[in-house]
């Protein structure tokens, strides 16, 4: 078969499971499509994640690194336990008791796996947006965010992804974006869904750093 330009290269991964099958639409997703030559150059102009900072600007949102003057609502968040309830318990704000050093470490330590903004509406913090879990080799990664309580129901949450989404696609060399939800977290699926993001997996149990497992569908755009 002569492949044409444009057209995946299609290997034939062993497909087992259901479970098996949406992993093998993934990485059918991830293999570079013949006369991929010429993107390459494009892609090599793009910025590699976590090599910025960046400053995202919406109608209506900032996503920006935290300073020290976060403080007061970084603990507001991280104290309200209906925000972490559907959340994994190994999130980086909760690593240390004082705020103020979790915020001192997010561009040291906490980026060697994962770039945390502050989400800022009229230059009020609203909460936090993730991105994380890396693959450089096939170009993907895994977004996620928590609002304080008073925010919620006002479409800052779904107005921050797609300002995640956008950065993600036009300024970074991320092809894959991916994001993990509990099951009972119907508000987070409605945001994901508005997003154009897919239900790839449901139910799949995950170690998300409690006693028993997690029970968590799996989302991709
Ligand atoms: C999940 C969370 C981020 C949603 O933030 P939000 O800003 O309130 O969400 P949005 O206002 O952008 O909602 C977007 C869509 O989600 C859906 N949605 C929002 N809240 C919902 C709820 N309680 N139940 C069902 N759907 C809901 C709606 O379809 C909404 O679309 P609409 O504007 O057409 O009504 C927020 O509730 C939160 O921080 N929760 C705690 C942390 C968390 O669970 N984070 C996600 C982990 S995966």
Partial sequence: ?????????????????????????????????????????????????????????GERLVLKRLGPADAEPLRELVDSPRVYRWLPTFLFEKRYPDVREVIGRLYTECLESSLILGVFRDDAFCGLAEIYGLRDPIHKVSVGYRL????????????????????????????????????ENRASAGVLRKNGFSLVVHGVDEDWGYEKPTVADKWIR
């Fill in 148 to 183: 304080l309580e008073r925010c919620w129901g006002q479409g800052i949450a779904g107005e921050a992804l797609g300002m995640m989404i956008d950065y993600l696609h036009t300024e970074t060399d991320i092809e894959i974006i991916t994001a993990s939800t509990m099951v």
């Fill in 1 to 57: 078969m002569v492949a044409r330009p444009g057209r995946r290269v299609l290997y034939s991964p062993p497909c087992a499971s259901r479970w098996n099958r949406k992993l093998s639409w993934l990485w059918f997703k991830a293999l570079p499509t013949v006369g991929d030559a010429g993107k390459e150059g494009g892609r090599r102009m793009r910025k590699k994640l976590f090599s910025e900072i960046p400053t995202l600007t």
